[in-house]
């Protein structure tokens, strides 16, 4: 059985590949990345038979549908604008797909795909990160618990004693965070979806100690792609995703974009066409914490959802608390985004996801096979019931 990890070079594709090594020993693991030396290097690293490099380029289909010929899962571990890339491989090759999210528009997209991955027999499970992903299992599960459901509240904050040696620290794709502080949240409410104001609906959020209050703000994400028509039946008529980055984050990344610095646009520079983005993404990947900096922090991802069961108005609050992983000196937000893959493609490789098509986790992951496979690896998953009186 043969599990592909594409972009396993990457800062997210490495952990997937770590915790895979970990934790399935029957498995054939294959690396992929674009620098072929680089990643057989990663993959020796291991001194496991069962773990291999291969070299990838993404851009090349035929290239992918061979890498993929006989794999039972790939992880797209890639910038999730290439995720259609590697799924419309994915089906040539007949080969199950999991990512780490499209950023709502992209999801979109990937959902088209369905009746072609039902039609050959395959599952493809979009955003099996931290948040989409862990995210939409809890509102899953919080789901089975309630009657009706009213509103699913989504947010994240994390507390860090790490002693970092510089100001600036990239939390993940840098890609990804420019898109989130540049492009129109959607926001779900009176059963209708609208965009709205990038870092709009400023807001305090209180969570529990060593956080406690922190700013969030409304951004773009995938879960909003997929929990109105998930929860349809249940009755959902609002829902929204809010940011709680650090406040000197926020400032520092708005100057970005304010200067241009994150814009897509061609412009010439000493004779050369470049992207503003492509340079400074890749010069604050130089400011990604090293060996010579211990991570020390831990994360909440939370997901609020108010409805109704047993004829009373509740409030069901699901927290999902993660540490940083001092033997790999990654961060816990790390952990938290490139663990559930792992835990998710060994799901689809067991045959414990049943369900063919193009799909998000909510509709089918089983929310106690997958908590317990986070509660192994210490990231644990607490909920708390608060009657509401109107």
């Known amino acids: 059985m043969k599990i592909v990890v594409l972009g396993g070079l990457g800062q997210m594709g490495r952990i ?55 794999a039972r899962v790939v992880i797209a571990s890639i910038p999730y604008k290439l995720n259609l ?8 090759a007949r080969c199950n797909y999991l990512d780490l999210g499209g950023l709502f528009h992209m999801t979109r997209k990937q959902l088209k795909l369905h009746k072609k991955f039902r039609n050959k027999g395959l599952t ?51 890609y990804t965070v420019f898109d989130e502080f540049s492009d129109k949240p959607a926001v779900f409410t009176n059963g209708k979806l609208k965009f709205v104001k990038p870092l709009s609906g400023e807001d305090e959020i209180i969570f529990p100690d060593p956080i406690g209050k ?28 809010k940011v709680t980055f650090d406040p000197d984050f926020v400032h520092d990344v708005k100057l970005l974009v304010e200067a241009g610095l994150g814009s897509t646009e061609y ?44 004829g009373k108005n509740v409030e069901l609050t ?7 992983n001092s033997q790999w000196n990654v961060s816990a937000g790390a952990i938290n985004t490139g663990v559930p893959p792992s835990i998710i493609a060994q799901m689809i490789a067991k045959g414990q996801v ?21 509660a192994k690896r210490g990231i644990k998953v607490y909920q708390t019931f608060r009657e509401q009186i109107n």
């Open 85 to 92: 890339n590697v799924m419309n491989a994915a089906l040539e």
């Open 354 to 374: 049943k369900q063919k098509g193009v799909l998000p986790p909510e509709v089918c992951i089983d929310p106690k096979i997958f908590f317990g496979e986070l």
């Open 124 to 174: 493809a499970v979009l955003g099996c990160g931290s948040t989409p992903g862990t995210t939409n299992v809890m509102a899953r599960h919080g789901a089975d618990l309630l009657d009706r459901i009213h509103e699913i509240n989504i947010t994240f904050a994390a507390y860090d004693k790490t002693k970092y040696k510089t100001h600036f620290v990239v939390p993940y794709s840098m």
């Open 318 to 324: 699901l927290d999902s608390v993660a540490h940083s």
């Open 267 to 310: 412009i010439n520079v000493g004779g050369q066409k470049v992207r503003p983005i492509d340079v400074t993404v890749k010069e604050l990947n130089r400011l990604i914490p090293k060996g010579n900096v211990n991570v020390n922090d831990m994360e909440y991802i939370r997901v609020i959802m108010r409805g109704e069961t047993n």
């Open 16 to 70: 997937t590949t770590r915790d895979l090594v970990q934790t399935s020993k029957r498995c054939e693991i294959i690396i992929a990345d674009r620098d072929e030396k680089k990643v057989k290097n990663f993959a020796n690293s291991f001194k496991r038979k069962n773990v291999k490099g291969a070299a990838a380029d993404i851009t090349n289909h035929n290239g992918l549908v061979n890498l993929l010929d006989g």
């Open 214 to 241: 922190v700013t969030g703000y409304y951004t773009l994400h995938s879960e909003l792609a997929t929990f109105p028509s998930s929860f349809k039946n249940k009755g959902l008529k609002e829902c929204w995703f």
